[in-house]
């Protein structure tokens, strides 16, 4: 038996058109799905004059005013290194008490200072290092709330509570 020799195979080289307008009309008919889909599901728009919320309307006297009871420079050289850091704090009440606690801290700002000015003396150099100043916060608002204390009418203490911005400390001897 004599070998038969496969014959040659013919390609014949088929246009890639049909294909791209295949896939062309599967991507149009997606996209055409899709964005029908968002249409049909969009929500409602509402704007806030169709709104039925309720308005909060805040009194004059509650609204929070701030005052400031220190702009300084306060050492602490408890680890053995003085650092001066720059530090204000103030005050935050509700506008009916501002002129109260105002009184209150042109009577006594010296002595006011001066327990602050003991608080950053004695405090560790740890907590000059915190993101929110948490502990220098806590002495101070306790501070500050045995000072000012509770208004015997309304039950509400006169200062809403305190707030300290200092900057990073820089070093000052050798």
């Not at 969009?42 to 005052?67: C, F």
């Not at 606690?101 to 608080?119: G, S």
Request: include cysteine; aromatic fraction near 6%; charge should be negative.
């Amino acid at each position: 038996m004599p070998e038969e020799t496969p014959a040659p195979e013919t390609t014949k080289k088929k246009s890639p058109v049909k294909t791209l307008i295949l896939v062309f009309g599967i991507v149009v008919i997606e996209a055409v799905a899709i964005i029908g889909f968002f249409k049909i599901t969009e929500p409602d728009l509402v704007s806030a004059a169709q709104s039925g919320g309720a308005v909060i309307v805040v009194d004059e006297l509650d609204k929070i005013v701030e005052l400031r009871v220190i702009d300084a420079r306060l050492p602490n050289n408890k680890a053995g290194v003085t650092y001066l850091y720059d530090t204000q704090v103030w005050l935050q009440c509700k506008q009916r008490y501002a002129d109260q606690v105002n009184d209150v801290l042109d009577r006594h700002r010296n002595e006011i200072t001066a327990e602050v000015t003991a608080i950053w003396r004695t405090s560790d150099p740890k907590h000059f290092k915190e993101p929110k100043l948490e502990n220098l916060t806590r002495k101070v608002n306790a501070l500050i709330d045995a000072r000012f204390g509770i208004d015997p009418e309304l039950g509400q203490p006169f200062v809403t509570k305190s707030l300290i911005v200092m900057q990073p400390g820089f070093r000052i001897d050798g």
